[in-house]
């Protein structure tokens, strides 16, 4: 069986449906926020973007939303596609740091 | 633009070899390299930052006498895995920041070394 701690969340969604990824960040003084979409044994792959100054961006077919009162981020995903399927990261970054990565969120597309 | 490489994309090797990896911006300059190492099912851990001309800077508890980062050129970054161990099997990456583009790093495909 699988160690606690090496179990990533998995988010099950019907195709076509919207999905929500949750992520919450740990620094309160975090600035840039990157979403990003690994697919099985590939690098990570930039999504979308968004400075502590906005709420919310749009991109194509995804939303990223802010809440820094609770340190919060989600991506949303309109229309969810078998190709959207991949693990799913939210990065922080404060002025002068490095980006710390979260945990990661599986999410899986059903027919 | 901004593509990231590496090589190779999968290695074995024994117990106690070393293996190279490299990673290259092709399209662009990288003023700063980064590489990290991620185990099944968990995220990315930062290793170490690289700046072309300079030492790595590594992140606490990585060995810089087993992870050797060389960064001799703005499109080419060096991480050599020395002496390696079963415990060293992991996914690499790197990524790259491009001159002038502020905070984005740009992500290479992996590589996944298997120690045997």
């Known amino acids: 069986g699988e160690s606690v701690g090496l179990h990533l969340p998995t988010l099950s969604v019907q195709e076509g449906d919207n999905s929500i990824i949750n992520c919450a960040y740990s620094?309160?003084?975090?600035?840039?926020f990157i979403w990003y979409k690994q697919e099985s044994g590939k690098g990570p792959q930039f999504i979308i973007d968004?400075?502590?100054?906005?709420d919310k961006r749009q991109g194509q077919r995804v939303t990223v939303l802010l809440n820094k009162t609770v340190k919060h981020l989600s991506l949303q995903i309109a229309a969810t596609q078998p190709g959207d399927s991949a693990v799913y990261f939210c990065?922080?970054?404060?002025?002068?740091?490095?980006?710390?990565f979260g945990p990661g969120t599986r999410l899986s597309v059903l027919p | 633009g901004a593509v990231v490489s590496q090589h190779p994309s999968w290695v074995i090797c024994k117990s106690g070899t070393s293996v190279k990896i490299e990673c290259r911006s092709l399209?662009?300059?990288?003023?700063?390299m980064f590489w990290y190492r991620q185990f099944p099912k968990q995220s990315l851990m930062l290793m170490a930052t690289?700046?072309?001309?300079?030492?790595?800077?590594?992140e606490q508890g990585v060995e810089k006498d087993k992870f050797l980062i060389n960064h001799a050129s703005l499109t080419l970054s060096t991480l050599t895995v020395t002496s390696a161990h079963p415990e060293d099997s992991s996914f690499y990456i790197c990524?790259?920041?491009?001159?002038?583009?502020?905070?984005?790093?740009?992500f290479g495909p992996g590589t996944r070394l298997t120690v045997t």
């Open positions: 990065a922080e970054n404060m002025p002068g740091q490095n980006f710390v």
């Open positions: 968004i400075r502590s100054n906005m």
């Open positions: 990524s790259a920041g491009r001159l002038g583009s502020g905070y984005e790093q740009y």
């Open positions: 690289s700046n072309e001309g300079s030492k790595a800077t590594y």
């Open positions: 620094n309160s003084a975090s600035d840039y």
């Open positions: 399209d662009f300059q990288a003023t700063t």
